[in-house]
């Protein structure tokens, strides 16, 4: 003899075991600011008790929204990545919303991909950490999205979009400052594409303080390029290798893969970090913490980044204009920031 199959558990169920009305319950687990405590604790118990968990396709054709979110990365690899991805995740759970997460790798054609993905996807709003502000591709697939967009840390031009910014220079120049306080004079900075912002403003914050303390910018002495270990490794060696007297004495690596080709070129070299070349990076990371010497950083904190990425885009999905937020960096001062060798 078949069995009957058993009966969906529907909101009307929901409703009538909380003793309201279905437009009640709706708002009640949709989180509408408009329901009071007791209201939606109520709800929740009766949806709890009959087992019911609302049809999320079928709530976003009712609402246009899909309670999404989402988040297009330059680089998984890279561990300050994790750390925004973190940051906005926590914001977006605390709300109500779920974040969607995709990877560019680096590839422009793919970038512009992803963002026809999300935007298919119909997410409520879009994070993105673009590759290169310069690329039109990008910048016409951001402009035609019609929904909220913060961007992670580039200059967001012209276009009517939210931005999530670090000052950069400020860091930069501070340890930069320090390096001269010690007598440096043949300070490098080697860093990523000037395509984005981050490094057009520690280039900024560099050459602003060598002016400041009289010393002429060295143009051999300023590298930007790809964003891979290799560039930094090979321009490291590049540097090292001129003659004495022509060399940096000091480094400021600007970014966490830099750093890594930074510190492969000292291994290779045999060279003592600090003892006879200064260096200082952007960005601390775990690792770093536990290396002796103990180096030099500019820090900025990529969690409460990604947190105010979400509250951003979260407030725009409610109805906000698009505003610019921007964070500050600070430079610690560690084991590597000494004078210059004899």
Known sequence: ???????????????????????????ALSSHPDVS??????????????????????????SGFT????????????PFFGEIIHGVEEALNDAGYTLLVTNSSGDPLREVDRLSLLRQRRVDALLVSSISEASTRTSKAVASFNRPVVLIDRDPRKMKVAS?????????????????????????????????????????????????????VDEELMASGAFSSSFARETTERLLALPRGER?????????VTT?????????????????????????LPWLRVMRPRISVVTRDAEEMGRQAAALALEMIKGAEPRSVTLPTAYEVRETSLPPAE
């Open 67 to 78: 309670r999404t979110v989402g988040f297009v990365v330059r680089d998984f690899a890279n």
């Open 164 to 216: 999530i910014l670090l000052d950069h220079a400020a860091g930069v120049r501070e340890a930069t400052d320090d390096l001269l306080r010690l007598g440096h004079r043949r300070i490098a900075m080697i860093t990523g594409s000037s395509a984005i912002r981050p490094t057009r403003e520690r280039m900024r914050g560099y050459t602003e303080a060598l002016d400041a303390a009289g010393v002429a």
């Open 248 to 256: 940096p004495t000091a480094i400021i690596a600007g970014g966490v």
């Open 260 to 284: 890594i080709g930074v510190l492969e070129a000292f291994t290779e070299l045999g060279q003592r970090l600090g003892a006879d070349v200064s260096l200082v990076v952007c960005d601390d």
């Open 1 to 27: 003899m078949a069995t009957e199959e058993p009966r969906s558990v529907t909101i009307h169920d929901v409703a009538n075991l909380a003793g309201v009305a279905v437009s009640s319950v709706s708002r």
């Open 37 to 62: 405590p007791a209201m939606k604790a109520k709800v929740l118990a009766a949806a709890a008790e009959l087992g019911y968990s609302p049809d999320p396709g079928a709530q976003s054709l009712r």
